[in-house]
């Protein structure tokens, strides 16, 4: 009969070999690396980083679709957009505040920058149409009637043909592509009159203010027009995306993402993204837009109209 200190002993040995046996079953696996679990990830996504865009508030609705369908497809990358205005975003992507910015103006169009460092990406082609208030009983001005108005010397919709009522002007700031463009090409160039409009820093506070003030007149590009205010014609000539392409009706700009210098990484894979047929032939007309490859006329800085090659 063994001892109690011999029992004792067979069992320390026998949990010894226990856990040699188990030690010889176990796998070591390697320490993951700092960012392997991101790495995998990005993996997946296709890619990881911020992309911030401002500017144009007339674009903004289809950068703001666009960057959530991309972002969907790669949950990696986080694409921020911002407006405040074509002049804001093409002086922010100059001093490298953004990445990209959204203008309805050419850079050239824009002072205080060095246009020759920054990348043209044109993405769409909106039209702008003076605006106004439904109870306004007007649906056409000529182009006289028009700067007449935003200058100052019609002041009621009498003298044009609607009721006896006082005319209140929404404009944009000077900053705004939107105003830029229409005071170049509706009021061919003329001077607004200073100090009788109301001004509005967005599009979607100058439908807003549009459809709430009775008499109201302003403009907004077609990709904000809805129910709540009616487009006029000028001269007789509807804007509409089959007038636009032909240049009939010649108050449109083209929708630019400026780049300074050539797009690289992520922001060169979210704007051929934009370009994409996905994009180009099923959100951009969707959103009231027109692809620039549907023009059959090009337009540069200075305004002139050629033939499209």
Request: proline share 4%.
């Amino acid at each position: 009969m063994l001892s109690k200190g011999k029992w004792l002993a067979i069992l320390v040995i026998a949990l010894v070999a226990v856990l040699a046996v188990a030690g010889c079953g176990k796998k070591e696996f390697p320490a993951p690396q700092q960012g392997s679990s991101q790495q995998s990830s990005n993996q997946q996504s296709g890619g990881s980083g911020t992309i911030t865009a401002a500017g144009s508030t007339a674009l903004q609705p289809l950068v703001d679709e666009a960057a959530k369908q991309y972002m969907e497809k790669n949950p990696g990358v986080r694409i921020v957009v911002n407006g405040g205005g074509s002049g804001n975003g093409l002086s922010q992507v100059f001093q490298g505040a953004v990445q990209i910015g959204n203008s309805d103006i050419f850079a050239e169009e824009k002072d205080g920058i060095d246009a020759s460092q920054l990348v043209d990406h044109k993405v769409a082609v909106v039209g702008m149409a003076a605006v106004v208030n439904p109870d306004v009983k007007v649906d056409n001005l000529t182009q006289q009637q028009l700067i007449d108005i935003f200058t100052g010397k019609i002041t009621n919709w009498k003298d044009v043909g609607g009721p006896d009522q006082k005319i209140n002007i929404v404009n944009r700031p000077k900053g705004s592509g939107t105003r830029a463009t229409f005071k170049k090409y509706a009021l061919n160039g003329a001077e607004e009159a200073q100090g009788i409009a109301m001004e509005q820093d967005a599009s979607g506070t100058v439908r807003k203010t549009i459809a709430e003030t009775p008499g109201a007149i302003g403009y907004l590009a077609l990709s904000y027009i809805d129910s709540s205010v009616r487009p006029l014609k000028i001269d007789g000539v509807e804007p509409t995306a089959a007038n636009i392409v032909n240049n009939k009706y010649k108050v449109w700009a083209y929708e630019h993402m400026y780049t300074k210098g050539q797009p690289t990484g992520e922001v060169k894979k979210f704007l051929d993204f934009i370009m994409s047929d996905e994009v180009q032939k099923n959100l951009v007309t969707k959103m009231g837009y027109i692809p620039v490859t549907d023009m059959k006329v090009e337009r540069d800085a200075q305004g002139n109209v050629t033939p499209k090659k």
